[in-house]
Nanobody, 122 residues
Framework: QVQLVESGGGLVQAGGSLTISCAASGRTSNTYSIGWFRQAPGKEREFVAGISPSASRTYYANSVKGRFTISRDNAKNTVYLQMNSLKPEDTAVYYC???????????????WGQGTQVTVSS
């Protein structure tokens, strides 16, 4: 019964930066992994970044490695995705998800947020 709410999406020019947030509430909040996924028009939802409960491990898709940083503040029950050097191909709806399985596999997640739109213009 964990609820997830994304926020912080918007419009940014190529080369710019944006940070989006995933706030968790409900039965538990800090015992699960959090993953960020995105879905662009005509494409399947894909893994972007993930973080373990204690933040001891992080994972990134090759397409965002070196540009995006995932972090979590367990005191605030919030996970962040800092996105730098944004490209038009980063344009998508970004979703966060909570789960206990393999961090990079989307069907291992139990709960999903509603998503936040990120648009990168050229």
């Amino acid at each position: 019964q964990v609820q997830l709410v994304e926020s912080g999406g918007g419009l940014v020019q190529a080369g710019g930066s944006l940070t989006i947030s995933c706030a968790a509430s409900g039965r538990t909040s800090n015992t699960y992994s959090i993953g960020w996924f995105r879905q662009a028009p005509g494409k399947e939802r894909e893994f972007v970044a993930g973080i373990s409960p204690s933040a001891s491990r992080t994972y990134y898709a090759n397409s965002v490695k070196g540009r995006f940083t995932i972090s979590r503040d367990n005191a605030k029950n919030t996970v962040y995705l800092q996105m730098n050097s944004l490209k038009p191909e980063d344009t998508a709806v970004y979703y966060c998800a909570a789960g206990y399985g393999t961090i990079t596999v989307k069907y291992e997640y139990d709960r999903w947020g509603q998503g936040t739109q990120v648009t990168v213009s050229s």
